[in-house]
């Protein structure tokens, strides 16, 4: 199933267009159907089947904290396109209803799809893990970086030179635990606004 991500810089006139450098990062890291390519000027789109990677990519916009991000699930067109800005089908119209609702949103992402009440609900699932990482500290993200890379919290701990009970304070701080709860509920959440 895929998903459309349509993602436009937030007071793009007021600030530098960062379009071509997140453009840059995400294609080198995000295995995705159709690349993400700038669509018109500060806007991007990108079209991926993974709904977890999905997810990542959202978060990922959320923390650089300068994009509105509309997801859009359900059927595309077939065959694809070579170029994202030649797809169409439900899922890019969808993904267009949802950057323009993300505007006026405080989450600045919104979610439609297939399935209304299940986009509904990702869109819900979504927005509580925009906030949880919104509003985490840099130590939080420092400790949780490290052991969402594999470090035990004794290797996070030596490695940022703290206790090993200060990094689970950061952790506990930072809510790290509650985001990987809530990570694979928007995953399948988003499964379902898809249908």
């Known amino acids: 199933m895929p998903f459309v991500l349509?993602?436009?810089?937030?007071?793009?006139?007021?600030?530098?267009?960062?379009?071509?450098?997140?453009?840059?990062?995400?294609?080198?890291?995000?295995?995705?159907?159709?690349?993400?390519?700038?669509?018109?000027?500060?806007?991007?789109?990108?079209?991926?089947?993974?709904?977890?990677?999905?997810?990542?990519?959202?978060?990922?916009?959320?923390?650089?904290?300068?994009?509105?991000?509309?997801?859009?699930?359900?059927?595309v067109q077939t065959p694809l396109p070579k170029s994202t800005r030649a797809g169409a089908g439900p899922a890019f119209l969808s993904a267009r209803r949802a950057v323009d609702a993300a505007k006026q949103r405080p989450s600045r992402l919104a979610v439609r799809g297939a399935v209304p009440a299940d986009a509904a609900d990702a869109q819900a699932v979504l927005s509580a893990l925009a906030v949880l990482v919104d509003r985490r500290s840099d130590q939080a993200w420092e400790a949780i970086g490290l052991v969402a890379e594999g470090r035990t919290q004794a290797q996070a701990a030596t490695e940022?030179?703290?206790?090993?009970?200060?990094?689970?304070?950061?952790?506990?701080?930072?809510?790290?635990?509650?985001?990987?709860?809530?990570?694979?509920?928007?995953?399948?959440?988003?499964?379902?606004?898809?249908g």
């Open 160 to 194: 940022l030179g703290i206790s090993r009970q200060a990094v689970g304070q950061r952790l506990a701080a930072g809510l790290w635990d509650l985001e990987r709860e809530l990570r694979p509920t928007a995953t399948r959440l988003l499964t379902r606004a898809g």
């Open 6 to 75: 349509t993602v436009d810089q937030k007071a793009s006139r007021r600030t530098t267009d960062r379009v071509a450098e997140v453009l840059q990062r995400l294609n080198a890291a995000v295995p995705t159907v159709l690349a993400f390519e700038r669509t018109a000027g500060d806007e991007f789109q990108g079209v991926l089947d993974d709904p977890g990677q999905v997810v990542d990519v959202v978060l990922d916009l959320v923390r650089a904290g300068e994009w509105s991000i509309g997801i859009g699930a359900g059927p």
